[in-house]
């Protein structure tokens, strides 16, 4: 059976595989395009696992807010060609979409399965590298923010005693710029109370040791070492970290929140956040 360029052409926008794959598709299948079409994804598929071990430095990061849940999710790709692809942007899109209707909060077989269809189209190596879900209640809000076309997203979460708050423009405008924030300044914990007491506990010891040769009492040299450890917590603490943006007071996140909570009478507080950078 002769294979036309019109044949080649559909079998092309249906299965998004190259041209000369779509040709030989055909010609296995003597022209018929379940069959056509069967080929390349057995093809596709088998070939994936060549790939596995490919470098996967590149990618996007995806979320979605729904009224009750809220995803973020990390898809590392090869190169920044496909993390710009239309069907690489559509498959972050639609895994958010399995995750949030399932009910899912760790990557499974479902979500890998889809992940490898679209690397069996596109040949190369991809991988659903992380996931982090929150359950958003009546008394919570969730702010979104991704950045350069999906290369660092963030989730931040609130949380206020009357949710009505939510609502004033000026806390969409609070929210909006805690998000940014967090993009820019990349905190690590939420809080100094956040901190894990091994990691305090390493900084203390380091700390410690670049004061030993000053010739000052004990109870001083302690006193810069916790200096140095409040210091180092208003580079890592998001509380803790000067605004960085509409910010002429150079106020901290956690007297920024204050301000607008005593200025709308409300109780307005960040509980957790979420920071992924692709390919990271």
Known sequence: MEITMEMVKKLRDETHAGIMDCKKALAQSNGDFAGAAKYLKEVGLAAVEKRADRATAEGRITFKISKHKAVIISVTCETDFVARNDQ????????????????????NTQLEDKVKELIATIHENMTLKSIVVYDVNSDEYVQGYSHADGNIGVLVKFKA????????????????????????????????????????????????????????????????????????????????????????????????????????????????????????
């Open 88 to 107: 690489f942007k559509a498959l972050g899109n639609e895994l958010c979409d399995m995750i949030l209707e399932n009910g899912w909060t760790e990557v």
């Open 161 to 280: 005693t009357n949710p009505a708050v939510f609502e004033n423009e000026a806390f969409k405008t609070l929210a909006a710029n805690m998000a940014m924030h967090v993009c820019a300044a990349d905190p690590m914990y939420l809080d100094s109370a956040s901190v894990p007491k091994a990691y305090e506990e390493e900084q203390l010891s380091i700390f410690r040791v670049q004061v030993q040769s000053m010739d000052k009492p004990e109870k001083v040299l302690e006193g810069i070492v916790r200096g140095k450890l409040n210091k180092h917590y208003s580079d890592i603490c998001l509380m803790n970290q000067v605004g960085q943006l509409y910010n002429d007071d150079n106020l901290t996140v956690a007297q920024i929140i204050a301000k607008f909570n005593k200025e709308n009478d409300s109780d307005v507080k960040i509980v957790e956040f979420t920071r992924f950078r692709a390919g990271a």
